[in-house]
C-alpha cells in the first residue's frame, strides 16, 4: 500500500496568513492526488483534485501543487472558515490511502 | 439540494451484522462509481470499498475483505454497505461519496454525504 505522510499534523495561523501544507508518498503515482477539506460533524470536502486542479466552487486562494512523491496545498489570506482538518489522498493504487491529515488551528 | 444522504448506523455487538445505506437527492449516481469511506474516532480517513456503475467490480479494504459487501440499486439511486462479523475497530463514521472519473483515468470523491457512526461494541 502506498503511505501518505503529511505534516504538519498540525499548525496555528492567523487570518490572513499563508499556509503550506505538504504531503509525501511512500512511491510515485503520477499526479492522482486530492486535497479533502473536513470539519467536525461535517462532510469532508473536496479541494483540489489531480494535484492542481481547483474544484469548481472553491476559492481561489486555495492551490495545490507538486509531482513524484511531493505535494502541497497552499492556503493565501486565511479566512475564518478555513480552520479544519486537510488530508491529501492518492487515487491511483487500491487502496486508496489518505494521509493522517494537518489540523489548522486559530492562533 | 445536491447530497447524499447515509443511513442505518447504530450501536451493534461484535459478531454481529449491520447495513448502511446511501441514497442520492438531487444528483444521480447511476452513472459513477461510489466509494464508502470510514474515520475511527480520534484518527483519519480510510478507504474501505468501491464498486462500479452496473455493479459488477467491486474493490475492498484488505481488513474488510471478506466480511464488507458493497452493493448499489441504480433505480433507487442508491448504495449499501453490508457489514458481517463486525469487530471493534470497525467502529467509525461511515461516508459515502461519489467518484468521479476523468478521461485520464484520474478520480476523486465528490460530493460526500455527511455520515454514518457505526458502534461495534458489547
Known amino acids: 500500500d502506498i503511505q501518505m505522510t503529511q505534516f504538519p499534523s498540525s499548525l496555528s495561523a492567523s487570518v490572513g496568513d499563508r499556509v503550506t501544507l505538504t504531503c509525501r508518498a511512500s512511491?510515485?503515482?503520477?499526479?492522482?492526488l486530492n486535497w479533502y477539506q473536513h470539519k467536525p460533524g461535517k462532510a469532508p470536502k473536496l479541494l483540489i483534485y489531480s494535484a492542481s486542479s481547483l474544484q469548481a466552487g472553491v476559492p481561489s486562494r486555495f492551490s495545490g501543487s507538486g509531482s513524484g512523491t511531493d505535494f502541497t496545498l497552499t492556503i493565501s489570506n486565511l479566512q475564518p472558515e478555513d480552520f479544519a482538518t486537510y488530508y491529501c489522498?492518492?487515487?491511483?493504487?487500491?487502496?486508496?490511502?489518505f494521509g493522517q491529515g494537518t489540523r489548522l488551528e486559530i492562533k | 439540494e445536491v447530497q447524499l444522504v447515509e443511513s442505518g448506523g447504530t450501536l451493534v455487538q461484535p459478531g454481529k451484522s449491520l447495513r448502511l445505506s446511501c441514497a442520492g437527492s438531487g444528483l444521480s449516481i447511476q452513472s459513477f462509481w461510489m466509494t464508502w469511506v470510514r474515520q475511527a474516532p480520534g484518527k483519519g480517513l480510510e478507504w474501505v470499498a468501491n464498486i462500479n456503475p452496473d455493479g459488477s467490480e467491486e474493490n475492498y479494504l484488505d481488513s474488510v475483505k471478506g466480511r464488507f459487501t458493497m452493493s448499489r440499486d441504480n433505480a433507487k439511486n442508491s448504495l449499501y454497505l453490508d457489514m458481517n462479523n463486525l469487530r471493534a475497530e470497525d467502529t467509525a463514521v461511515y461516508y459515502c461519496?461519489?467518484?468521479?472519473?476523468?478521461?485520464?483515468?484520474?478520480?476523486?470523491?465528490?460530493?460526500w454525504g455527511q455520515g454514518t457512526l457505526v458502534t461495534v461494541s458489547s
Open positions: 461519496a461519489r467518484q468521479a472519473v476523468s478521461v485520464r483515468g484520474i478520480n476523486w470523491f465528490d460530493p
Open positions: 512511491r510515485t503515482f503520477g499526479g492522482y
Open positions: 489522498q492518492q487515487s491511483y493504487f487500491i487502496p486508496y490511502t
